[in-house]
Nanobody
Framework: VQLQASGGGLVQAGGCLRL?????????????MGWFRQAPGKEREFVAAVTWSGSSTYYADSVKGRFTISRDNAKNTVYLQMNSLKPEDTAAYYCAVVKSYYSSSLYIENEYDYWGQGTQVTVSS
């Protein structure tokens, strides 16, 4: 399975970006998908996740109300719409896939089976 993340870049505070993560080598229609991020000198942290159907979504408190995760199973792609960006959102963003999960496990990095290479998001003040 290969996950290709894209859409990162440099944006001013208050701006928006849309990240995409396209998967190949596996049909993801029954998998959970998530986004994590890692800032320099910090551990990787959970950002958002979505269940296989797209009907349930989960967010870190720090992004709730600003970020929206969605998926298109026909395109084997997950998205992260990021609005009202803040300098503290600056990080490398990683998409990931989990094959078997409970809702609570979607928050846990070690539960995920496949990872993308990351895309850098930089928010200037």
């Amino acid at each position: 399975v290969q996950l290709q993340a894209s859409g990162g870049g440099l944006v001013q505070a208050g701006g928006c970006l849309r990240l995409s993560c396209a998967a190949s080598g596996r049909t993801l229609s029954s998998d959970g998908m998530g986004w994590f991020r890692q800032a320099p000198g910090k551990e990787r942290e959970f950002v958002a996740a979505v269940t296989w159907s797209g009907s349930s979504t989960y967010y870190a408190d720090s992004v709730k109300g600003r970020f929206t995760i969605s998926r298109d199973n026909a395109k084997n792609t997950v998205y992260l719409q990021m609005n009202s960006l803040k300098p503290e959102d600056t990080a490398a963003y990683y998409c990931a896939v989990v094959k078997s999960y409970y809702s609570s496990s979607l928050y846990i990095e070690n539960e995920y089976d496949y990872w993308g290479q990351g895309t850098q998001v930089t928010v200037s003040s």
